[in-house]
């Protein structure tokens, strides 16, 4: 809830983009999740670790069915 108040307030903040991803990660909300995942890594174009993290999630998310 937290990062979804801050993506609001400060919609250009990328951690914050990038933790409401994980939120909806553990909630089970997978394509939602890849959708915040792909935008955090539009706003950190040269955040390597970051990058990386966000795209092992996208990955994972497009094997699951709900994301399809």
């Not at 914050?16 to 939602?32: H, I, M, T, Y």
């Not at 539009?42 to 094997?63: D, F, L, V, Y």
Request: net charge positive.
């Amino acid at each position: 809830r937290d990062y979804r108040l801050l993506s609001v307030v400060a919609p250009r903040q990328a951690s914050a983009v990038f933790g409401l991803g994980e939120v909806c990660w553990q909630a089970g909300r997978f394509a939602e999740a890849a959708e915040h995942f792909t935008r955090y890594m539009e706003m950190t174009p040269t955040n390597a670790s970051g990058r990386a993290q966000a795209a092992e999630r996208i990955a994972e998310a497009a094997k699951l069915p709900a994301a399809k």
